[in-house]
């Protein structure tokens, strides 16, 4: 199963995998998934970091070399990704998460999210 890694997911995995629940740190250590993160994540961690956020003081080049280094497959932003965003009911407003849905929906995988709002989303959305 090919699993895409919201943005909150992947710092706690790349970070403080303690924060992780424990179905997510499963589906993480199962040699049988793929992990996937999107660049629109690196985007969003760029700005927050860059903004000064406590909860996104990370080097976004580090990170990606770090992902890239532990097997994790980068998933590009198309131009697909971003037209197919006006097909989502707005439930939830947040551009970054609106664009990694639009990604699992286009091309078939899974979100992994700890967003309660993200996860009222039907199709490939998992709590975690």
């Known amino acids: 199963m090919k699993l895409l890694l919201d943005t909150q997911v992947l710092l706690w995995a790349a970070g403080q995998p303690d924060r992780l629940p424990a179905s997510a740190?499963?589906?993480?250590n199962d040699p049988g998934h793929d992990?996937?993160?999107s660049a629109a994540s690196l985007w969003e961690i760029a700005i927050k970091s860059g903004l000064g956020r406590d909860d996104f003081r990370v080097e976004p080049r580090l990170l990606?070399?770090?992902?890239?280094?532990?097997?994790?497959?980068?998933?590009?932003v198309t131009s697909e990704h971003a037209v197919n965003i006006d097909t989502l009911p707005a439930l939830h407003k947040d551009p970054f998460d609106r664009i990694l849905l639009a990604q699992a929906l286009c091309e078939g995988i899974t979100l992994l999210t700890a967003d309660a709002r993200l996860a009222r989303?039907?199709?490939p959305v998992r709590k975690v």
């Open 121 to 123: 989303y039907g199709g």
């Open 64 to 76: 990606r070399r770090g992902l890239l280094d532990n097997g994790y497959t980068e998933l590009a």
């Open 35 to 37: 992990l996937l993160f």
């Open 25 to 28: 740190r499963k589906l993480l």
